[in-house]
Every structure is written in structure tokens, then in C-alpha cells.
């Protein structure tokens, strides 16, 4: 769901079009394995100093979009473009080069995204000395910059990921994302391994970093109220598709897609709490994806339309703060309270059947 005007385009950091990462599943015939639809024709463009959250139950394909944005994942169709310059079109070295630069990525464990055999020095100096940034003298002076923007204490320069706790190994996993200086920071669940009491620790420290340095950041969390507090727009994505792109301020009651109602009425807030949006059945495999809407199975609003094909994108142009677009034949209307959608949704949706009995 791209920002299509030309002006808009021009101006992005990052734009996807059209990808698709398709796996080989564990599942099948040795030599004819199943295939893993994890992405499917994703379109999304990041300006630059924005930040874009995305929320989606788990498997739905948030860290194969990270991948692809960040360029460790190749799409096995469809281009992803730095300021313009296709990725996977230029020379390898050229790509690494850029992606180094100007692309940082926070994963959810830093236990094992960090080497557990150097020290944070030389985890910091790494990226400066694979790009050859600056002097060594330059190297080692922006090391202690690095642990400094994140909070380290100097003296844990020689300590080893082992012997720091989960809060630090994440700031170190941070700095080095920042080392570079990159414009755009991708943070991939950076919390969800950490224990609660530093979790608001970390997440203080990315906002903080992302004003201070106006960095972009594509921030991904099962804590979608987090998400949706800590971004400018906010991404649903269902069974490998980007199914809506909403304004954070209208994410939670002017959603127009089913689902992404259905997600946010599941965590109320606290003042006027409801029932949450009843949605019957599992989650499709990914394996074998629904005909027409992939949300049809689940949906209470789906009919044959639904079923026969995959809907277009909507773009509601007037929405304040940017763009809103989403996919659905029978999108919810902006005004419509989720209160009333409960009703309409229980009313649709079947109670789940009681197990068969044993004879
Ligand atoms: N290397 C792989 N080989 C085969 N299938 C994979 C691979 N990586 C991911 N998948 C599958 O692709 C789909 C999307 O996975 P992905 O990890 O992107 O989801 P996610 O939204 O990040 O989930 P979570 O919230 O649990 O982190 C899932 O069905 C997953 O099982
Ligand atoms: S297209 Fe149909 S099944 Fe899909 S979300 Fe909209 S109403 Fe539901
Ligand atoms: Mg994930």
C-alpha cells in the first residue's frame, strides 16, 4: 500500500513494491516441499523521520517484512529500493555497503544476536571497521560516543555479552544498529525477550535515540498499543498480506478493516472497557492461503464476493496525519463504534461447537 503520488515517492528512505517471499516449508514431499506464502505482494514506502509500526498475530510475516526492508532477505519477487536505488539491482559489495550504512536492525534477543566472544568494544568497532570509517583513533573515540548515546557506563567496554544483564546487551545490540549512523532503524519485537521492569527502559531509549538522531524507525510488537503509541502510522498485516496502513491516531477507532477492529478491540483501554470482536476459527496455514480475502475464513462480514476475490485498495485521501488504505469489499465505516461491531459480530459469528463426543 504504497504513498503513490510521484512527490511522495521520491521523498522515501525505503519503498517496497509488490514483494513476495515465498519458503520452502518443513512440511511435504522431500523434493516437492510445500511453499510458505510469509509475504505477498507487500507495497509500503518509509519517509524519512517517520516512524511505522506494524501489529499482526504471530506468523502473520512482520519479521519476514524486516528482513526484506532491511535487506538480509531477498524477495523472491518484487523490488525494494533505498532512496530510489533498487537493492537487489546494484553490485553485492554496493548493496552490503549500503545496507551497512544506512539501515540498522534491533532484533528481539540480543543473547544471540550479539557474538558472545567479543567484547562490547569490539562489537561497536566491527561495523566502523568493516566500513572503514574514520581513523582508528576516530574508531575507538565514536565506540565511546556509542556507549555513551545508549547509556552504557565506560567501563563495560572489555565486559562480554555474557557478563552484562538483558537491559545492557540490548543497548549494546542498539548501538551497534547505530554505529553508522543510519537514517533508518528497524526494531523487530526489541523488548519482548527482555524482563518487564526494562522493557519501558529500552523503549524510552529507542524514542529518546529517535528524536535526538531523527531517525526513521519501522518498529514491530505484539504489544500493539505500544505500537500504535510509538508510531506515525500503523501497518496491519494478516497471513502475509499488508491488509490496512492507518494513521496511529485513527488505528484504534476509525480502523476500516474488520481485523484490525478485531486486534485493537482485543485490548481495551482501561476507561471503557468491551468485549473484544468475537472472530471464529484459527489462524489459515500459510501454507495454503484462502481464496479472494485471506481474512474470509474468520471474517463476520465475508460473503461469495469475499471468497472470489482478493479486494483492492481503498484509499480514504482525507484521513489527517496521512495516508489510510486498506483492503476490503465491506470495510467498516469510520464513524461506526466498535461497540456496535461486537454486536453485529456475535450476532454473525458462529459459538465454536462443542468437541465430537468419544463413542
Ligand atoms: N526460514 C523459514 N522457512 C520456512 N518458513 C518460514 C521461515 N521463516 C518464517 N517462516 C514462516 O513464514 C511465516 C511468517 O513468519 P514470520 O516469522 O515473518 O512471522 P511473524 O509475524 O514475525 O511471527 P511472530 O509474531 O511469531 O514473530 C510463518 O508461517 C512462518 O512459519
Ligand atoms: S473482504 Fe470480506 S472477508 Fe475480507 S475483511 Fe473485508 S468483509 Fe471481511
Ligand atoms: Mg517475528
Redesign the pocket.
Known sequence: MTRETGETRNAALLTVEDAH?V????SGHLFRPDR????TGADLAIAPGETVGVV????????????VLVGVEKPTSGTIAYRGRDLWGMPSAERRAVIGRHLGMVF?DPATALNRRMPVRRVLRDPLDVHRHGTPAQREERVRELMSLVGLPAQLADALPGQLSGGQRQRVAIARALALEPELVIA??PTSALDVSVRAQILNLLLDLRERLGLAMVF?S?DIQTVRRMSDRVIT?YL?RIVEEAPAAEVTDRARHPYTRALFSATPGLLDPIDPIPLSGPVP???RPPSGCPFRTRCWRADAECAATMPDVTANGDAEGGAHRFRCHHPVAGDEPTRTLVLEATRTTPAPSAPPEHP
Open positions: 517471499v519458503y520452502a516449508a518443513r510458505v506464502y510469509a509475504l499482526g498475530e504471530s506468523g502473520c510475516g512482520k519479521s519476514t517484512l524486516a528482513r528481539q523487530d519485537e514491530i505484539h498485516m502475509g496455514s500459510a501454507t
